[in-house]
């Protein structure tokens, strides 16, 4: 699946290799195919990334239509959680399937870092038990050290980048995997899906001088196939990203080297606070006090309010 736009499904078919003489060898050609969702698959979402079957007229020609009758087993799923909405349900929403790199793309500067929503989008990650990366823009115009310096004690690889700038280790990380792209508007997430991907002709926006936040310029996810291999999944540029599904186990296990010192900690413990048996583990040397700090952190950004300001 690679877009999804108002009832309509964007699937990219890929054709059965064909059997038999040289000629009949030839690769045939993949197709665009647009689809809506078979009534019998009652209310189960469909996101950019899912791998479907389609049935009814797939020949891609314009004006046809064939159906969604299955969504494939998914191997990942990145969800953020609607309590950043006015209905404040805290139902979880489906952002895309089956990436296995998550790249956070944040500005330096123009708008300012804002180390909450990476820390809310790094908890995500580890929800979806897939890689982070950092992605670093704007990079001529404010140094990156500070906030690399933030992220180090959690193991998250980083790239930095500035407009007109070389995108080759940047595309080292993308090559042959599936990543989706996610930032606040404004950070120049578009300008680099349209450098990566010359043909995307992604909306781009200016930031707003009073406010430092960027206007929406993305209003759907969407795949696309780089040059050199694999895919990268631009999404609309979020202000916020609620956490309500993620539980405080699901964040813990992405700190292995603390989850043993949980075991002497209070029934109920929320690891933040006075009593947490964790404090013990780590002046014991069993962990580095620098990684509490950064557990502490993403909890405390997992409870708290998903604006990110």
């Not at 078919?13 to 003489?21: H, I, Q």
């Not at 009949?24 to 647009?34: E, F, T």
């Not at 049935?55 to 969504?71: N, Q």
Request: net charge negative; aromatic share 2%; proline share 6%.
């Amino acid at each position: 699946m690679v877009a999804v736009d108002r009832g309509r499904y964007t699937t990219l078919v890929e054709p059965e290799r064909p059997k038999g003489s040289a000629q009949k060898r030839r690769q045939p050609q993949r197709r665009l195919v647009v689809a809506m969702k078979a009534r019998e698959l009652g209310r189960k979402g469909i996101v950019v990334g899912d791998r479907v079957a389609l049935v009814g007229d797939v020949s891609g020609e314009p004006d046809t239509l064939a159906r969604v009758v299955r969504v494939e087993p998914r191997t990942s799923m990145l969800r953020r959680s609607a309590d950043d909405t006015d209905d404040t349900d805290g139902i979880e929403r489906p952002v895309v399937a089956n990436a296995d790199q998550l790249v956070i793309v944040t500005a330096l500067a123009d708008p300012p870092p804002r180390p909450r929503m990476i820390d809310r989008i790094l908890v995500a990650a580890f929800d979806a038990e897939i890689d982070a990366l950092l992605c670093l823009t704007k990079s001529d115009l404010a140094q990156a050290d500070d906030l690399v310096a933030l992220y180090e004690p959690l193991g998250v690889s980083h790239v930095t980048v500035h407009k007109g700038g070389s995108l080759d280790e940047l595309r080292e990380h993308l090559q042959g995997r599936i990543s989706v792209l996610v930032g606040h508007s404004g950070v120049g997430k578009s300008t680099l899906v349209n450098v990566l991907v010359p043909d995307a002709n992604r909306a781009v926006s200016q930031v707003n001088a009073v406010t430092g936040r960027g206007r929406h310029t993305s209003t759907s996810a969407v795949a696309l196939e780089l040059p050199e291999g694999g895919w990268i999944i631009d999404t609309p540029g979020v202000r916020s990203f609620g956490l309500a599904h993620v539980s405080v186990e699901t964040v813990l296990a992405g700190f292995p080297d603390l989850v043993e010192g949980t075991v002497d900690c209070p029934k109920g413990c929320t690891h933040l606070g006075d009593g947490c048996a964790l404090d013990a583990w780590v002046a014991a040397g069993h962990a580095d006090r620098v990684r509490l700090e950064s557990l502490r952190r993403l909890l405390s950004s997992r409870d708290g309010s998903p604006d990110d300001s």
